[in-house]
Nanobody, 121 residues
Framework: QVQLVETGGGLVQAGGSLRLSCAAS????????MGWYRQAPGNQRERVAVITGGGSTSYADSVKGRFTISRDNAKNTVYLQMNSLKPEDTAVYYC???????????????WGQGTQVTVSS
């Protein structure tokens, strides 16, 4: 079907930067929205940033001005550039894509396996 693979997580000091990537592959007809969520221990999963097929973006208030989402439609890949990282950004980051498969007629959300981001103080 469809697979999403995230890369780019790791350990960084507060104030540092990381860039996450998420590549979608498989039986893809078209992709609408792509985005990033995160989940810290004991917390619910929260939306971080979303980008539509037309390039419109939205961000959680907590990351506005620090994170930038972008996508490369030719590569079916979404990116999250994270600057000025804070310890409270520590979480597992998950990407998702709203996909219509080659044989499908409806849009389904697919998720990556998650990548750990740890920001030390």
């Amino acid at each position: 079907q469809v697979q999403l693979v995230e890369t780019g997580g790791g350990l960084v000091q507060a104030g540092g930067s990381l860039r996450l990537s998420c590549a979608a592959s498989g039986s893809i007809g078209s992709i609408h929205a792509m985005g990033w969520y995160r989940q810290a221990p004991g917390n619910q999963r929260e939306r971080v940033a979303v980008i539509t097929g037309g390039g419109s973006t939205s961000y959680a208030d907590s990351v506005k001005g620090r994170f930038t989402i972008s996508r490369d439609n030719a590569k079916n890949t979404v990116y999250l550039q994270m600057n000025s990282l804070k310890p409270e950004d520590t979480a597992v980051y998950y990407c998702y894509a709203s996909v219509r498969t080659l044989l499908g007629v409806s849009w389904l959300d697919y998720w990556g396996q998650g990548t750990q981001v740890t920001v030390s103080s």
